[in-house]
């Protein structure tokens, strides 16, 4: 690790970081112009750990999932998948390489019919893009694959119906089955509950908690409730900077945190270290 | 896709009937039509892979029907190939160029796509226009048409000529459907519906794009072989930027993304501008027969309608029609 | 060689600057309708053409040049805001596919309609009594006229660009350019500010044509090869920038008239090459009016 921080180091480690992690972020830093969107961020994602990112609007959140998935090349630092730096791949060589990521706003091919999405979807997992002389309906594989999914979602009625015309909820799920669909290393989720039911956000949280065990999962989400209850660890970002990073339990009971996020004031306890 | 359109395939048979009846009762001038027709048909296939599949629209594919009807031309004329052949490395010679320009087209999107793609089919006919060895803005004459004597039939008579090229076409159709139909077909589907989502998802958007543009590339240029050997004449209007233009309106006609399509709104421009250009139409209707020197007029008033009014073409139309008789 | 020889240089310069010039006139109403809309018009040429033959009529009426200068071009406009009305209108929320394929018809009917009304033959339009001279420009002897076109043209560039400076409408348009949603969340009517450009643009190509009539013949088909060049000066200078459209001008002009001279076989067809260089290494032209993110 390069810099331990002190929340951290008062810690246990949790178990899941002693492997190598799937994802390393390394001191990175950007910013448009003269505004520093992101100021030597650094964070480590373990196989099976799920990470969160927190931090008001404009604290550089999208800005660094842009940079992971390679949308944006970072003015410096670095990011590793698995031990092979990606920092200047382009987003869909990072797909390849098993960095999967769903959108804030909802991102499908909205003129297909869900069937469709996930038959896309398949059709890149399977690497089959570039067969032109046979016909779709033989890849019997691809095809189940995408009824099935769309079963496990709950999908199965609305199979053949276009995208745009299904619900902001079932969208935002088809659009977090479609990432999950790549069978992803590592999987960016950006406000994965965002405008959606309570219902539809229970959902949402057990599809998450559903998914594979050594997946990665770095997620951003403004409900503190369904992050606290997915994240292993957090990082809190203010300005493009790391203002906190440690186990879920200790960030949420760290002052700052209780008082901007969780609306209760803080308890007087030990007052915690913020990294300078 | 999984069978998003259960019109193409009837459509398609009705007009290989409609196809088959105007050659078997045709006479000389409708066997001409007809050759015209079947390679305009191939042309307009090749651009609707483009723009109806993936979504990019080109302003410059003329560039490698010219270029496929000059190779033609000079492998015949220069270097007294046989057609055949010359046919083949015509439209090689074409799938070099498109994929020489597509390396670069290929990175612009939307309108920028459309200007540089306008630049290219320009590049080509400006140099077509001022080359002394392709006879510059003379042209090439006396381009001989495919040799068919081995199974005992000659290629210069209207009728072996316009059943040649109308075979072609069918090939050319169940080819690209074949293709339309595959996983790379419903790869170029996704790109046209959200190019961005499948870079995410990790395909290969630049290679996908590439290979359409040289496929729609190399079978433009086929076409434009066919028109050499059928006008055994060739000139630099070929290439020029409104031809490109009206093959795009071919494609609109027929309805985006419909092969057969292509094909019938091929046919529907070309039967249009020569009925709107015989005078002696004009004269059956009682109107002066001096109208039909304003062909062109009517052509123009012709495109504007069906771009504003009629948007999905016939194909759309049909595919409408199929839905309201289900249900 | 051609090139060492200072009168030959000094007057082919003038005869790009004079091309360069007339191409600034046409690019720049076009640059700015793309910039601020991104709508793209292919008739642009064909208002040029327009413009030569109203003033064609206008000087057998009124036997004066003048008077053509003043009408021919006010004509062109309200050709351009009857096409809006009626027809541009109604595609600005399409893609730009069906704006390139409805303007591509307007080209047909277009050519056709100045046929009809002024039959098929070229036609000239004599030069005005006051600028039928030469003059000598650094010992060079050049016809006063062609020095005429260079200074409508610089005089254009100047008007506009205090136009776009000074003005209410410039500072709109600007804004417009700028950032579309933002500036019509400000309360300005941005469709308005739109459509009074898109006539100022006509109008400009309308000054464009007659001013061409006595140095080119006017035939139908006469904008066939100025749009693209056209096109080509937008592309290169960058959509909705004044200064590119300047610039993008005198590049065309100049590349084209020399090229013309020194490389026939491949005057054009560089210049085609030159347009696809530039949108690959700078995808918003020379100049762009937006910056680039």
């Not at chain 1, 403004?222 to 970002?237: C, E, N, S, Y």
């Not at chain 1, 700052?256 to 209760?264: A, E």
């Amino acid at each position: 690790m390069s810099a331990v921080d002190p929340v951290d180091a008062q810690a246990m480690r949790p178990p899941a970081l002693e492997r190598a992690p799937r994802l390393r972020v390394e001191s990175i830093h950007h910013a448009f112009g003269s505004l520093v969107v992101s100021d030597d961020v650094s964070l480590d994602i373990a196989p099976g750990e799920c990470h969160g990112l927190i931090g008001p609007n404009g604290a550089g959140k999208s800005t660094l999932f842009d940079i992971i998935a390679g949308e944006i090349i970072p003015l410096g630092g670095g990011v590793h998948l698995d031990g092979k730096e990606i920092t200047g791949e382009p987003p869909d060589r990072r797909a390849r390489l098993g960095l999967a990521r769903s959108f804030q706003h909802n991102d499908l091919f909205a003129e297909l019919t869900v069937r469709e999405n996930l038959i896309v979807g398949g059709i890149v997992a399977h690497g089959i893009g570039h067969v032109a002389w046979r016909a779709l309906a033989r890849e019997r594989s691809v095809c189940e694959k995408a009824e099935m999914l769309a079963m496990r979602l709950g999908l199965e009625d609305v199979l053949d119906t276009e995208v745009h015309t299904l619900s902001y909820g079932t969208r935002r799920q088809l659009e977090i089955a479609l990432a999950l669909e790549m069978e992803p290393k590592v999987l960016l989720l950006d406000e994965p509950t965002a405008g959606m039911s309570p219902e539809e956000t229970v959902h949402i949280q057990e599809r998450i908690a559903d998914s594979p065990p050594d997946l990665a999962l770095l997620i951003v989400e403004h409900d503190m409730d369904v992050l606290f209850g997915l994240a292993d660890r957090v990082t809190v970002l203010d300005y493009g900077r790391v203002l906190l990073q440690g186990d879920a339990e200790e960030v949420r009971a760290s002052d700052i945190v209780r008082q901007r996020y969780l609306g209760t004031d803080p308890v007087p306890t030990t007052p915690v270290s913020i990294p300078s | 896709m999984p069978d998003r359109d259960p019109v193409e395939r009837p459509f398609a048979l009705v007009v290989a009937l409609v196809a088959l009846a105007a050659w078997v009762g045709g006479d000389f001038f409708m066997h001409e039509v007809l050759s015209e027709i079947a390679i305009l048909s191939i042309f307009a296939m090749s651009l609707s892979l483009l723009v109806g599949q993936v979504g990019m629209v080109s302003m410059g594919h003329a560039a490698f029907f010219a270029t496929g009807a000059y190779a033609t031309a000079a492998l015949t004329i220069h270097l007294q190939w046989q057609v055949l052949p010359a046919l083949l490395a015509a439209t090689l010679i074409a799938a070099l160029l498109a994929a020489l320009t597509g390396l670069f087209a290929i990175r612009t999107r939307g309108i920028f796509f459309i200007m540089i793609t306008l630049a290219i089919g320009q590049m080509v006919h400006a140099y077509l226009f001022k080359a002394r060895a392709f006879g510059a803005d003379d042209g090439m004459g006396g381009i001989p048409r495919m040799d068919l004597a081995w199974i005992g039939l000659d290629s210069n008579e209207p009728e072996v000529f316009s059943a040649s090229v109308l075979i072609i076409a069918a090939i050319v159709w169940f080819l690209l459907r074949i293709l339309v139909r595959s996983p790379y077909g419903a790869m170029l589907l996704a790109i046209h519906h959200n190019e961005h989502r499948l870079r995410a998802l990790g395909g290969f958007v630049a290679h996908f794009k590439l290979l359409a543009f040289v496929i729609a590339g190399t079978i433009a240029g086929l076409a434009g072989s066919l028109t050499a050997q059928h006008t055994a004449f060739v000139s630099p209007d070929l290439g020029f930027w409104t031809v490109s233009g009206e093959v795009l309106i071919m494609v609109i006609v027929g309805g985006m993304g419909s092969l057969t399509g292509a094909i019938a709104g091929a046919a529907v421009l070309t039967l249009l501008r020569h009925t709107l250009s015989d005078s002696s139409f004009w004269q059956n209707l009682g109107l002066d027969s001096g109208l039909a020197s304003y062909w062109q007029f009517m052509m123009g008033v012709f495109f504007i309608v069906m771009v504003v009014f009629a948007t999905d073409g016939i194909h759309g139309r049909l595919r409408r029609l199929w839905q309201s008789i289900k249900g | 060689m051609m090139l060492l020889d200072p009168g030959f240089l000094i007057i082919q310069t003038l005869n790009g600057l004079q091309l360069s010039m007339l191409l600034f006139l046409l690019s720049i109403g076009l640059s700015v309708v793309f910039g601020l809309m991104n709508f793209i018009n292919l008739a642009h040429g064909t208002l040029y053409m327009i413009g030569a033959y109203l003033a064609l009529s206008a000087v057998r009426l009124f036997d004066s040049f003048w008077i053509a200068l003043i009408l021919a071009p006010l004509g062109v406009a309200m050709v351009g805001a009857v096409l809006y009305a009626l027809l541009l209108r109604h595609l600005q929320s399409r893609g730009p596919m069906s704006q390139v394929l409805v303007t591509f018809g307007l080209i047909f009917v277009g050519i056709d309609a100045v046929r009809m009304i002024w039959g098929p033959l070229p036609h000239g339009l004599p030069v005005p009594d006051v600028l039928d001279g030469r003059m000598e420009i650094l010992g060079e002897v050049y016809p006063t006229y062609r020095l005429f076109i260079i200074a409508v043209g610089i005089v254009a560039l100047i008007g506009l660009y205090f136009g776009l400076e000074r003005t209410r409408l410039g500072a709109m348009v600007r804004a417009g350019v700028d950032d579309r949603t933002m500036t019509a969340a400000l309360g300005i009517n941005i469709d308005r500010v739109f459509f009074l450009v898109f006539c100022l643009g006509c109008w400009l190509a309308g000054v464009a044509g007659v001013i061409s009539a006595p140095v080119f013949s006017v035939f139908p088909g006469m904008d066939m090869s100025i749009l693209i060049l056209t096109l080509i000066v937008v592309v290169v200078g960058g959509p909705g920038s004044l200064w590119g459209a300047a610039v993008g001008s005198l590049l065309i002009g100049m590349v084209d008239t020399y090229g013309q001279i020194l490389a026939p076989e491949f005057a054009r067809a560089t210049i085609y090459a030159l347009m696809a260089a530039i949108l690959l290494l700078r995808p918003h032209g020379l100049l762009p009016a937006r910056p680039i993110h």
